[in-house]
């Protein structure tokens, strides 16, 4: 990219100067939430978010009437998602210890923010106790302020690539709503267009699986792919992020099941979420595992049945958790068209899976369509974003420290 030589060439010999935190910015805790004006949705008087620790929507607290901080800033999770960095160009007011950065001095804040990105999964927080970030933790880290033109020049470079990823996000959002809506109108039949059949009806076999009784490396350190329900999440699954022994298989309740299952978790905040193991493998007792009939039913079809249900099932959620079990799923309805003709009925399923297969492709997969452009475009980013605010140190300055203080 020419902009990018032209900034090397820039950037060659620069004069940056380092400066601790606490020299180029206020910095502020938030307190306590202010009970005597808040209200939990918008209002035309209380329009002023509060933000606690959190990414994005999961900041908002609720809403009040006074800002705390009315100045562009810079916000610091300090509990929670420690280290996540925001840009705020919006009154608000922070509480539970949000770090809030407000510059006292000449600075490009958007610059700021990008660099202050690079360093968020850096702060070293002390184990005892509450994990955060304090004000005397982060006031003494160095900051590079380069000549404000050199500032506004990376921001404009950098709010390109931004952009252009917030543009296929929003593609990306567009497409999920297609999505939805077309598989909706293919899974929804007029009566007398289907046979209600039930999800244990259309597979030969209904498992759980179970968790190794002991955490010795004889149970553990092995080859057997071992499935959790915080991997299933409407997703093909190729690998698991744990592998077990076969001594674990023999001494345990943990059972292999074949590729190509249809997976629905069954607890807590997972619970009703969907997957399909494209390799043989076991799971924890937590996932229920349905072996389709292939004389009955196309696996994909049930797996795009049982997405498309997903907030009906997990309503039928049982206990304080609304956990699902064994015999909820086996019983949950599916429609299977022209039931009295197997040859026809499997030629209209597939038909049906074809469809949403390429939809579910250009929406959910992270090796095509916009998941994985958006990734790549992402990485890219991250790539020059490193490369641009990786200035040099004075030459004998201590190795910087995040965090400690």
């Known amino acids: 990219m020419s902009h990018l030589s ?26 306590d939430a202010p ?38 800033s810079l916000t610091i999770s300090a509990r929670g998602t420690i280290g996540w960095t925001s840009f705020r160009d919006k009154p608000f007011f922070p509480i539970v210890r949000l770090l809030v950065l407000t510059p006292k001095v000449e600075l490009n804040l958007k610059y700021a923010y990008y660099y202050m990105k690079t360093i968020e999964n850096s702060y070293n927080v002390p184990q005892n106790g509450i994990p955060q970030l304090t004000k005397p933790m982060v006031k003494d880290i160095k ?12 921001v404009r470079i950098l709010d390109a690539f931004s952009t252009h990823t917030a543009e296929l996000t929003a593609e990306l959002t567009a497409r999920k709503k297609q999505y939805n809506y077309y598989r909706d109108q293919l899974l929804a039949f007029e009566e007398g267009e289907v046979e209600w059949n039930s999800l244990g009806g259309v597979s030969t076999k209904v498992s759980s699986g ?37 001594f674990a298989v023999q001494n345990s309740s943990v059972k292999w099941i074949p590729a190509n299952c249809v997976i629905v978790a069954i607890s807590g905040a997972t619970a009703a979420r969907s997957a399909i193991n494209k390799i043989p493998l076991t ?14 039913a196309n696996y994909r079809y049930v797996f795009h049945w049982v997405c498309r249900e997903h907030d009906k099932l997990k309503a039928l959620g049982q206990g304080a958790r609304g956990d699902l ?60 974003r490193d490369l641009l605010l990786s200035f040099p140190k004075v030459e004998g300055e201590a190795a910087l420290r995040i965090g400690q203080g």
């Open 143 to 154: 900051f590079p302020i380069p000549l404000l033109a050199i500032q506004t020049e990376i």
């Open 35 to 72: 009970k005597d004006a808040l209200s939990v949705i918008e209002t035309e008087e209380f329009s002023i978010p509060i933000l606690s620790n959190g990414i994005g929507d999961k900041s908002l607290y609720g809403w009040t009437s006074k800002a705390k901080v009315d100045k562009p």
């Open 6 to 31: 032209y900034m090397e060439k820039q950037l060659e010999g620069v004069n940056v100067e380092w400066k601790p935190l606490g020299e180029v910015f206020e910095i502020l805790a938030g307190g």
């Open 325 to 384: 079990n064994s015999g909820i799923i086996k019983d949950y309805p599916i429609p299977i068209p022209y039931a009295d003709n197997h040859e026809k009925s499997l030629a209209e399923q597939n038909r049906i899976v074809a469809i949403l297969d390429k939809f579910d492709a250009l929406t959910n997969s992270i090796t095509e369509g916009l998941p994985r452009e958006i990734e790549l475009r992402q990485q890219q980013y991250e790539y020059y």
């Open 283 to 296: 799971t924890n007792q937590h996932c229920c595992n349905l072996e389709i009939d292939p004389i009955v």
């Open 210 to 246: 179970g968790t190794p009784l002991s955490t010795r490396p004889e149970f553990y350190d092995g080859d057997i792919p071992w499935l959790r329900t915080q991997e299933v999440c409407f997703n093909e699954i190729y690998d698991t992020d744990i592998k077990i022994t076969e």
